[in-house]
C-alpha cells in the first residue's frame, strides 16, 4: 500500500497506510471535543422532505400492518435493484429492498418460521423458495434440532428448557464499514486474498474452515462492490 494516496492528503499517522488498521487512523486523528451541543444544527431541507416521506409511510404501515413482503426475492446484498425514498433529496442512499419499508424474506433461519410469518399478514411465499429452503437447503432451526438430544426436546416441549437456540435465526452480521471508506473494496478484496494465500499446510479441519470463511468474506466484499454499482457508486 502507498502512503501517498490524495484521499488521506493532511491525515495523520503512518501504520494504518501501510496495513489495514483502522484503530491506528481514529488514534492518529481524532479531537477531543469537551464543549456543548451548541454546534449542532437543524435538519436541512433535504433531510426534512426525506423524513416527512418516511412518516408518512411509517403511519401508513402502522395501519396496515404491513406495507408490502417480497416473497420471491430472499434477503442478499444483491438481491434487489437499487431503492429510494425520495431520489432527488437523498445524500445516503441504499434500502434493504427496492422499495420503503417493502420487506425481504429471510428464510436462512428457518422455512417454517419464515413461512409463518408472511402468512401472518395475508402473503404466501413463493414456491421456488419453499423448494429449495428444507428439501436442499439446511436451514438453522434444521441443524439445531439435528443436534439436540430426546430430552432436549422433551424438555424444550414441556416447556422446562427455555431460550434454546432454534427460532433464533435472526442474527445478525455487524460489519466495520469504516474499512470500505479508508481503504477502498479493491484493496480490501487484496487483502483478504493475501490472507487466503498464506493459509497453506495439513488440510485440518480449522484451515479448512479458515480458507472457505475467508472465501467467502471475499465474496461479500465483491457484492458489496456491485450493489454500490447499481447504485451509481463506484
Known amino acids: ?139 438453522h432451526n434444521q441443524a439445531v434440532f439435528d443436534a439436540y438430544t430426546d430430552d432436549i426436546r422433551l424438555f424444550r416441549k414441556v416447556g422446562l428448557l427455555t431460550g434454546l437456540p432454534d427460532a433464533y435465526g435472526r442474527g445478525r452480521i455487524i460489519g466495520d464499514y469504516r474499512r470500505v471508506a479508508l481503504y477502498g473494496i479493491n484493496f480490501l478484496i487484496l487483502e483478504k486474498e493475501s490472507d487466503k494465500s498464506a493459509l497453506l499446510g495439513e488440510m485440518t479441519e480449522e484451515l479448512i474452515r479458515a480458507r472457505e470463511e475467508i472465501s467467502e468474506q471475499i465474496l461479500a466484499l465483491k457484492e458489496i462492490r456491485l450493489m454500490a454499482l447499481d447504485y451509481g457508486i463506484d
Not at 33 to 52: C, H, N, Q, R
Not at 74 to 93: L, M
Not at 115 to 125: D, F, I, M, Q, T
Request: charged letters at 25%; proline letters at 4%.
Open 1 to 139: 500500500m502507498t502512503s501517498d494516496n490524495s484521499a488521506w492528503k493532511g491525515f495523520k499517522g503512518e501504520q494504518w497506510k501501510q496495513q489495514i488498521d483502522v484503530r491506528d487512523f481514529i488514534v492518529c486523528n481524532y479531537t477531543p471535543y469537551d464543549g456543548d451541543e451548541s454546534f449542532l444544527e437543524g435538519i436541512s431541507e433535504k433531510t426534512a422532505s426525506v423524513w416527512g416521506k418516511c412518516q408518512a409511510l411509517m403511519a401508513e404501515e402502522q395501519a396496515r400492518g404491513v406495507l408490502d413482503i417480497d416473497t420471491e426475492n430472499i434477503s442478499g446484498i444483491t438481491n434487489f435493484s437499487p431503492g429510494y425514498i425520495d431520489r432527488d433529496n437523498e445524500v445516503i442512499v441504499g434500502l434493504q429492498t427496492d422499495a420503503p419499508l417493502k420487506r425481504m424474506v429471510n428464510p436462512y433461519g428457518g422455512i417454517k418460521m419464515a413461512s409463518e410469518a408472511v402468512r401472518a399478514y395475508g402473503y404466501e411465499l413463493g414456491e421456488g423458495t419453499l423448494g429449495v429452503f428444507g428439501p436442499i437447503r439446511k436451514t
